[in-house]
C-alpha cells in the first residue's frame, strides 16, 4: 500500500539529500499541484526562495494542464537544490583542505 503524500506541506531541506528523486518528486509534485489551485502567490514566493530562473518558472505555467505545469516545477526545484547540495558539499571539501 502507497504512503499518503501530504499536499499541503513542502518537503524539508534535509528531504533533498535523503529521499530518492523519485519519492522527491512526489511530494512536491502534490504540493505545488496544490499551490497551483489554492495559492498561487505562495507558489510563486517559493519559486523565488528556492531561486528558480523566472523565465522557466513562467514557460512551465504556460503549459495547458495543471499536472504538467506540477511536473515541470518540481523538476525545477528539485535540479536547483540538487546544485546547491553539490555546491555546499564541494565548498566543503575545499575548506577541510
Same mark, same amino acid.
Given at each position: ?23 522527491? $518528486?512526489?511530494?512536491? #509534485?502534490?504540493?505545488? $499541484?496544490?499551490?497551483? #489551485? ?10 523565488? $526562495? ?34 546547491? #547540495? ?12
Amino acid at each position: 500500500m502507497e504512503e499518503s503524500i501530504d499536499s499541503r506541506h513542502e518537503p524539508l531541506a534535509k528531504d533533498y539529500e535523503k529521499l530518492s528523486r523519485n519519492e522527491l $518528486r512526489k511530494q512536491l #509534485v502534490a504540493f505545488i $499541484r496544490n499551490l497551483l #489551485v489554492n495559492n498561487p502567490e505562495r507558489l510563486a514566493a517559493m519559486m523565488y $526562495r528556492h531561486d528558480v530562473k523566472e523565465h522557466l518558472f513562467q514557460n512551465a505555467l504556460m503549459l495547458t494542464d495543471i499536472e504538467e505545469q506540477a511536473l515541470f516545477m518540481a523538476d525545477l526545484v528539485i535540479d536547483r537544490e540538487m546544485k546547491k #547540495v553539490e555546491s555546499r558539499k564541494a565548498y566543503k571539501k575545499t575548506r577541510l583542505k
